[in-house]
């Protein structure tokens, strides 16, 4: 019978989740944000480990920068879209905002795993597609994608 209840609550559960991710498109993108943006996380400390080198404090640094960055756009655009009572113009723009994330967590995902997995050339031809095409086609993006390396 316990068995029972644990294999129902979890039924639950998943069911659930299913229901939320598809009943917003935005509840399903921030999920999969969240999921990528652990993955980007755990493929960069898999890389450096594999390099021979230590979780570098400037890189760390850069993790929450970048974690604040993202998450402090997403709140000010949901708070403004709250303030100025047009909620819906503002999580459209909030799912955009949250797309972009998502493209440059994989560009860093693509990154880490040519430095996990070195001379695989479909991952350096995916991360020529979804990196370098969009790069140029945006300036000034290039130089937002590179972490910077404080001299010392």
Sequence with gaps: MENLKEYLLRWMLFA??????HASTFIGITILFL???VIDFITGCIASFLRGKQIESYKLRWSFVK????FGTFVFTALTGICVNNV?????????Q?????WIE??????????IFPGVIFLEYL???????????LSGLANY????????
């Design 16 to 21: 659930g989740g299913t229901l939320a991710a």
């Design 35 to 37: 999921v990528i943006f």
């Design 67 to 70: 974690t604040f960055c993202y």
């Design 88 to 96: 819906d113009v503002f999580l459209e723009i909030l799912k955009l």
């Design 98 to 102: 949250v797309y972009v994330a998502l």
């Design 106 to 115: 994989c560009v860093s995902i693509t990154e880490n795993l040519i430095k």
């Design 127 to 137: 991360h020529f597609m979804i990196s370098s095409e969009w790069v140029k086609k």
């Design 145 to 152: 994608l590179k972490e910077k390396e404080k001299k010392k």
